[in-house]
């Protein structure tokens, strides 16, 4: 999507880039069961999505886990009626994230680096990618969305891992929030490219279903996240956490 800023040439147009996606915790206001019981009703939801729109795309919130959760669950199911649903669901996500529809990894688990050993993280990642790999392509950005607090060696271990970039909210120094784009320096020197959501990784819950009314709400968020963009091209996010797809996006 394109929005005119103003007449003239082309860096007076600003480019909006819609970014389908859902934030999965495994418990918060529900206990783990509950949400799993959500899990699979979502999982089950995206890959119809997916399947009837080959242009609608959408990321998993940078962590295999959930997904492993899901097929854990369908083979219980499995050994109940002796069905193939795992098979079936397997097959599904390596050829969604073959096409590029659906975004996988890097991460095991959504870290807390604060709270975790480097070790930790480095395994984390590292495991997330040889789980992700078995599906298809891996993400190749450290994608930490509601993470709190970062300690100075990140970036050395994101360029470390074989990343590329990183997308984190919070954690962030003054008064002021930061600019959507900047080098993120460790203590080694090591720097890579950051995203900062700077209204957060949750812009938009869901749009609404008349189009004009969703285009007005793009608008009205591009407008406001303007004043962040180092570039002429802003990201609105559209989800939230156990979001499901909404496959009316791409219509």
């Known amino acids: 999507m394109e929005m005119k800023k103003r007449k003239g040439p082309e860096q007076d147009i600003l ?9 999965w915790d495994f418990e918060w206001y529900e206990v783990q069961e509950g949400f799993r019981l959500q899990l699979v009703q979502l999982m089950e939801n995206l890959l119809a999505t997916l399947e009837k729109d080959p242009h609608y795309k959408f990321h998993f919130d940078g ?4 997904v492993l959760d899901y097929l854990e669950d369908l083979k219980e199911n499995d050994h109940l009626d002796n069905k193939e649903r795992v098979r079936e669901a397997e097959e599904k ?16 688990t959504s870290p807390e680096t604060c709270l975790i050993s480097f070790e930790s993280l480095i395994r984390n990642i590292n495991r997330g990618i040889r789980y992700a790999e078995k599906f298809g392509p891996v993400s190749t950005i450290f994608y930490n969305a509601d993470a709190f607090q970062y300690h100075s060696q990140v970036p ?36 890579i490219v950051r995203y900062y959501p700077a209204r957060s990784y949750a812009q938009i819950w869901h749009l609404p279903e008349d189009p004009l009314d969703a285009l007005e709400v793009i ?15 802003v990201l609105i996010t559209q989800g939230n956490d156990q979001f499901e797809a909404q496959a009316e996006v791409n219509q």
């Open 15 to 23: 480019h909006i880039h819609i970014f389908s996606h859902t934030h």
């Open 63 to 66: 962590q295999m886990m959930p």
């Open 93 to 108: 996500i390596s050829r969604f994230a073959g096409r590029g529809q659906l975004s996988l990894g890097p991460c095991w």
């Open 156 to 191: 050395q271990i994101i360029e470390g891992t074989g990343l590329q970039s990183a997308f984190t909210w919070r954690a962030y120094k003054g008064q002021n929030p930061l600019k959507d784009l900047c080098l993120w320096r460790g203590a080694d020197q090591s720097e």
């Open 219 to 233: 608008r009205s968020e591009a407008e406001q996240m303007r004043p962040f963009a180092v570039s002429n091209h």
